[in-house]
């Protein structure tokens, strides 16, 4: 009965060991896998990084190109705003100089206007003082 019962342990050691190789080695086997598929997520994180990356330089990129055009029609709209006060300004000083001139050609005429009166009296007496000479 002894015997037998050394016989069943030794069976069962042995069973034990196969089933513990068994499992040892579909440990191996699982292991192998899991390393597998991080080399896998990795190469794939590593993927999705560099596009999120790409996508963001384009983004970046369109970010600055919408400033640049902002920027440059700010500039367009400054000019012209510029450009039309300018254009105004030279209006009004066009104006105020033809008025200028408009006044001080009326002062001339009016001056020549006079002088022609005082030399047509002054002829006129001339006449006068001839007509009484004769």
Not at 16 to 43: T, V
Not at 72 to 100: G, I, P
């Amino acid at each position: 009965h002894e015997r037998e019962h050394d016989r069943e342990i030794s069976e069962l050691i042995t069973k034990h060991e196969e089933e513990m190789e068994k499992l040892r080695a579909e440990l191996k086997e699982q292991q192998h896998h899991l390393n597998e598929l991080k080399q896998q997520m990795a190469a794939t994180h590593k993927a999705e990084i560099e596009q999120v990356q790409l996508q963001s330089q384009k983004l970046h990129s369109l970010e600055l190109e919408a400033l640049r055009l902002s920027l440059n029609n700010m500039h367009t709209s400054q000019l012209e705003l510029t450009q039309s006060n300018l254009r105004k300004e030279k209006e009004t000083a066009l104006v105020e100089l033809r008025e200028m001139l408009n006044d001080k050609r009326a002062q001339e005429v009016a001056i020549l206007q006079s002088r022609h009166q005082l030399e047509w009296e002054k002829i006129k007496e001339q006449c006068w003082k001839e007509k009484e000479d004769l």
